[in-house]
């Protein structure tokens, strides 16, 4: 395992629609555990394959639902994080709700902004051994979802934002 480089912009990788990945091999297997130390590193709650200059539709995830709880539970055990590894996803449904949030990139350094996104999603994809899997989420799992898979199409929350904005100090949220 090693952590890889994270573009920033302009690389022209990140405005690249990224290719499917059809080859479940040991590069594969590689590049996915590279991804995961990257993300921890950074760090993020969210990587895309183009973001360590790979085209390739692939993305990780790892949060805890409990970051975004506003009331505390006294006593409540915290929820572990979740890791999420998908290969190809795509957004099979939408809910029809939509949530303003703030989002970050790792690509995209000192930059935040307001986004609007699908309150809920299911997403098809495969797991990283290319066994079929599908995920219903919501909230800021689904945002982070969102965020990731725009990567693949070369969108950036920039291109998306209704409000943007410079931010002096390290958050624990980029994507
Ligand atoms: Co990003």
């Known amino acids: 395992m090693a952590l890889r480089e994270i573009v920033t ?3 022209p990788v990140l405005r690249r629609k990224a290719k499917p990945i059809t ?4 590069n594969l297997q590689t590049l996915i555990d590279d991804m995961i130390d990257t993300m921890r590193d950074a760090p993020g709650v969210g990587l895309a394959a183009p973001q360590v200059d790979v085209s390739e539709q692939l993305i990780v995830v790892e949060y805890s639902e409990d970051d975004e709880d506003e009331e505390d539970v006294e006593g409540k055990p915290p929820k572990p994080k979740k890791l999420y590894v998908m290969v190809n996803p795509e957004i ?3 809910s029809e709700e939509k949530v303003l949030g703030v989002e970050g990139c790792l690509s995209i350094p000192g930059i935040q902004g307001e986004v609007e996104r699908f309150e ?4 098809k994809g495969l797991n990283r051994h290319g066994k ?3 995920l219903k989420l919501h909230g800021w799992m689904a945002r982070i979802f969102q965020h990731e898979i725009d990567h693949l199409n070369g969108v950036l929350f920039t291109d998306l934002a209704t409000r943007l904005w410079k931010f002096q100090q390290e958050e624990e949220h980029e994507l």
């Open 120 to 123: 809920a999603i299911q997403v």
């Open 9 to 11: 912009l302009p690389e």
């Open 132 to 134: 079929p899997l599908k």
């Open 23 to 26: 080859k479940f091999d040991k």
């Open 92 to 94: 099979v449904k939408t």
